[in-house]
């Protein structure tokens, strides 16, 4: 059946004649699983940047996690992002329940993935999260249409 109002355009003319002849529910689906089998590729790449660049406890990089945008008719797609309660509980753990030390003039903990990402006067940005994802660019689209 070749109805339906979902239109993809990956950039592959192959892959979209082959969607747009799908069922929309059907599109969906293979496009949530491509996007969350390269959200997942994308987030063992930021990891490895985190450990080899940055002085970091291994809190960071365990709480990364890959969730699906909101549902929405108009689009589709995946977020990587570090789970905040599960980054604090981590670190915590590794450093006998303390959290990390508040900011001056702060009265939560400072939230040292946001340092990392983004630098300090201290430190230059590291930019794991971004650098994994355009430094591999082309590399995520090749392995999006092989999965999709």
Do not use: C, W
Not at 90 to 99: D, F, L, T, V
Not at 124 to 145: G, H, I, S, W
């Amino acid at each position: 059946m070749a109805a339906g109002k979902l239109v993809f355009v990956t950039g592959f003319k192959e892959l979209d004649a082959k969607l747009i002849q799908m069922e929309p529910k059907l599109q969906r689906k293979f496009v949530r699983g491509a996007l969350r089998k390269g959200g997942k590729r994308l987030t063992q790449e930021a990891k490895r940047i985190v450990q080899a660049e940055s002085r970091d406890t291994g809190a960071f990089e365990q709480s990364l996690k890959v969730k699906a945008l909101k549902r929405s008719r108009k689009r589709i797609g995946i977020q990587m992002f570090p789970e905040r309660e599960k980054l604090f509980a981590k670190y915590a753990a590794k450093h006998g329940g303390k959290p990390p030390h508040p900011a001056k003039g702060e009265s939560e903990p400072f939230y040292y993935p946001a340092a990392i990402e983004f630098g300090t006067e201290e430190r230059p940005a590291v930019k794991p999260l971004r650098r994994a994802l355009y430094d591999n660019a082309e590399v995520y689209r090749e392995y999006f249409k092989a999965d999709l």
